[in-house]
């Protein structure tokens, strides 16, 4: 299973950037699939998932201005992030809780990561 995300910029503050991860390779079935980041020197933190019932939840951080959204016909999930700021600076990771067979639990896979820079 492989995970590509893009979308990924320069933005200035108050602007606006859509992000996309799509799985391809051997999925019996996606739980969920989310969004993390890592700013220069910190830590990798949750920013959203959204579940395969369509269930969504956001880091307080980016609640009300990001929205994730998936389609599950192209095993594809989106985070739309909405007036950024310069702390949203980071590179995004897409993650998804995939079952390469049926009745299987699920493991975790990482995309490559896509840097967001916002500059003030």
């Known amino acids: 299973v492989q995970l590509q995300a893009c979308g990924g910029g320069l933005v200035q503050a108050g602007g606006s950037l859509k992000l996309s991860c799509a799985a391809s390779?051997?999925?019996?079935?996606?739980?969920?699939m989310g969004w993390y980041r890592q700013a220069p020197g910190q830590q990798r933190e949750f920013v959203a998932v959204?579940?395969?019932?369509?269930?969504?939840k956001y880091a307080d951080t980016v609640k009300g201005r990001a929205t994730i959204s998936r389609d599950s016909a192209k095993n594809t999930v989106y985070l739309q992030m909405n007036s950024l700021k310069p702390e949203d600076t980071a590179v995004y990771y897409c993650?998804?809780?995939?079952?390469?067979?049926?009745?299987?639990?699920?493991?975790?896979?990482w995309g490559q990561g896509t840097l967001v820079t916002v500059s003030s």
């Open positions: 993650n998804g809780a995939i079952r390469q067979r049926a009745f299987t639990p699920t493991d975790d896979y």
């Open positions: 390779g051997r999925i019996a079935s996606i739980a969920a």
């Open positions: 959204v579940t395969s019932t369509g269930i969504t």
